[in-house]
């Protein structure tokens, strides 16, 4: 059911001016062999919202993650928003107010669906949060300028595990993923519970992906601004 989600950001895409889409993030530097595991905090509406056992297969295997939470799932996660936020190689960003179709709304709206899960993490958690993924991978050129104007980095995906498919088993998911491999991918998952296997398949590519090929797990940020076990720029800067 999450399948037609493949063709999303290339159709929006073609509605797009070439300089919003430029803004738009896909995937990182195809020469930083490190790939980005995120994952999408959608609300619910049974269930407990969060998968408990794929965290803890995060923490105990420190593999670095980044966390796109919507406005809705944090009014009913705090003692989870909490947890998420004490682990050091954790990123926390945004997924909306209500997990709205953005592309639906006017102006005003955009700018409070965008806003409010951001200003959310700040007031109640004093977190900053500068990555925003809209809900659905659906945008216009509306939701593109406010994220800039928002100061927010817009990141989407290059690879999409599926993984609330409940057509798609483990290993298909897994299969996947691992032979499509590529530097800077960014993978989207989710935590919230509707994954059936998400815990599983990260199991997987640690085994397949990480270890094996040796491809470095790192947050959304750290791919962008920093491909890890290269020099940085500061470091390249002759005489610093
Ligand atoms: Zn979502």
Known sequence: MYRWLFLVPALWCGLLGASADAQVVR???????????????????????????????????????????????????????????????????????????????DDAHQREEIAGAVQ??????????????????????????LVRALGLRFILWDRISGDPDPKLSREQIAGRLTAQARNGNIIVFHANGKGLHTKDVVEDLYRDVIVAKGFRPVTVTQLLDQCPGEPTHAQRQPGR
């Open 27 to 105: 995937s990182g530097p195809s020469a930083c062999k490190a790939i980005a595991l995120t994952f999408d905090l959608c609300p619910v509406r049974n269930g407990s919202g969060y998968d408990d056992p794929l965290l803890k297969t995060l923490i105990e295997k420190q593999i670095p993650a980044t966390f796109f939470m919507s406005g809705r799932w944090m009014d009913r996660h705090e003692t989870e928003v909490r947890a998420l936020r004490s682990v050091p190689f954790f990123e926390i960003g945004t997924h909306g107010q209500v997990h709205a179709h953005l592309p639906q709304l």
């Open 120 to 145: 959310a993490l700040k007031a109640t958690y004093g977190i900053d949060a500068p990555l925003f993924r809209p809900p659905y991978g659906e945008y216009n050129e509306t939701t593109v300028a």
